[in-house]
């Protein structure tokens, strides 16, 4: 068992940048790849980054590419999604995921990975 608990959520304006923090708890973590995903209201979860076990390479949705930046730290047992230039559009509920278990990190699904945290709320005003 893993538990994932997500931090750094908050209400920002355009332009202005967030990090987000997703501290596991479990000894596995850096065996794992790791993804973040968002979810609006009233809109399917989607995908937005993911970083593999070591750290070694990354892969984004496209709109957040050149603005979002996903990292880790294996000894902290920690992943980080560093948001900058954000829009109205990046407002969702944030989650981080582990234990992927698809087929390709490029594009995963939800239901690729096991484990997920409870969300931080990102709302970004116009």
């Known amino acids: 068992q893993v538990q994932l608990v997500e931090s750094g959520g908050g209400l920002v304006q355009a332009g202005d940048s967030l990090r987000l923090s997703c501290a596991a708890a479990g000894r596995t973590f850096s065996s794992w790849s790791m993804g973040w995903f968002r979810q609006a209201p009233g809109k399917e979860r989607e995908f937005v980054a993911a970083i593999t076990a070591s750290g070694g390479t990354t892969y984004y949705t496209d709109s957040v590419k050149g603005r979002f930046t996903i990292s880790r730290d294996n000894a902290k047992n920690t992943v980080y999604l560093q948001m900058n230039s954000l829009k109205p559009e990046d407002t969702a509920l944030y989650y981080c995921?582990?234990?992927?278990?698809?087929?390709?990190?490029?594009?995963?699904?939800?239901?690729?990975?096991?484990?997920w945290g409870q969300g931080t709320q990102v709302t970004v005003s116009s």
């Open positions: 995921a582990t234990r992927f278990t698809g087929s390709t990190l490029r594009s995963p699904r939800p239901a690729d990975f096991s484990y």
